[in-house]
């Protein structure tokens, strides 16, 4: 199978221009690769955590990181596809971003039965804790 190659590419100062981008173009792109600057390059950059937070909160998800140059990496970002699951980590960001009124109305009602779902710890953490009887 041959590499993917990437497509369009946007950088983005902050996490408000990206969160703009977003707006203006969930229902209209199909991907877009996101210019990161390493940490190494000293560069400002947005944390992953906040460009997954704001991808989530129109449907998007990340994917395939690829090295762009010395300096700085690339992170595919695409439209969810109906009906695929959504990792612990991001049930957990969801909720925040729609606890602070930032996703978009049709992404919440799409996702309300996650968030109304309750957190399952894992069981081996769950097994771990239990065992402590100072934590637990």
């Not at 950059?45 to 990340?62: K, S």
């Not at 992404?107 to 402590?132: F, K, N, R």
Request: aromatic residues 8%; contains cysteine.
């Amino acid at each position: 199978m041959p590499p993917l190659p990437i497509g369009n590419t946007l950088q983005v100062q902050n996490r408000l221009q990206w969160r703009e981008w977003l707006i203006e173009n969930h229902d209209k792109e199909t991907e877009i690769w996101l210019i990161l600057p390493k940490k190494s390059s000293g560069k400002q950059r947005i944390p992953y955590a906040e460009t997954v937070e704001e991808a989530l909160c129109f449907g998007w998800i990340d994917s395939t990181v690829k090295r762009l140059d010395e300096h700085h990496t690339v992170q595919r970002f695409t439209p969810r596809r109906k009906g695929s699951g959504y990792s612990q980590p991001n049930k957990e960001r969801l909720r925040v971003m729609a606890e602070q009124g930032k996703v978009i109305e049709n992404i919440l009602e799409e996702v309300q039965h996650i968030l109304d779902e309750e957190y399952q710890y894992p069981d081996d953490i769950l097994t771990a804790l239990q065992q402590d009887e100072e934590t637990w």
